[in-house]
Nanobody, 120 residues
Framework: QVQLVESGGGLVQTGGSLRLSCAASGEIFSRHAMGWYRQTPGNQRELVADITRDGSRNYADSVKGRFTISRDAAKDTVYLQMNKLKPEDTAVYYC??????????????WGQGTQVTVSS
């Protein structure tokens, strides 16, 4: 089984910064991409940023220039550095991994979610 463990959420004031981490563990055969999504009550989960195996990065328009996704391949960990936070960034942030496990087919894995709250 593959597990994702997130950390780094919390409460911050407008303009502040937070760094989210997500560590993957388990029997992973192939790593395709990792990323971060976020969700607010009553809304669908939306992509914030992702990074592919070859290092290509993709960002939601709303976070471009403020958030940076990075990874440590040796640790199977992905990070989301969030700067210049705004109240509208308040959400539960979920780590996502597009992996092929050692035993099974390629699929999406999800972390448990971490709350980010930006106060005005």
């Amino acid at each position: 089984q593959v597990q994702l463990v997130e950390s780094g959420g919390g409460l911050v004031q407008t303009g502040g910064s937070l760094r989210l981490s997500c560590a993957a563990s388990g029997e992973i055969f192939s790593r395709h991409a990792m990323g971060w999504y976020r969700q607010t009550p009553g809304n669908q989960r939306e992509l914030v940023a992702d990074i592919t195996r070859d290092g290509s990065r993709n960002y939601a328009d709303s976070v471009k220039g403020r958030f940076t996704i990075s990874r440590d391949a040796a640790k199977d960990t992905v990070y989301l550095q969030m700067n210049k936070l705004k109240p509208e960034d308040t959400a539960v942030y979920y780590c996502n991994a597009d992996f092929t496990p050692r035993w099974g087919s390629r699929r999406d894995y999800w972390g448990q979610g971490t709350q980010v709250t930006v106060s005005s």
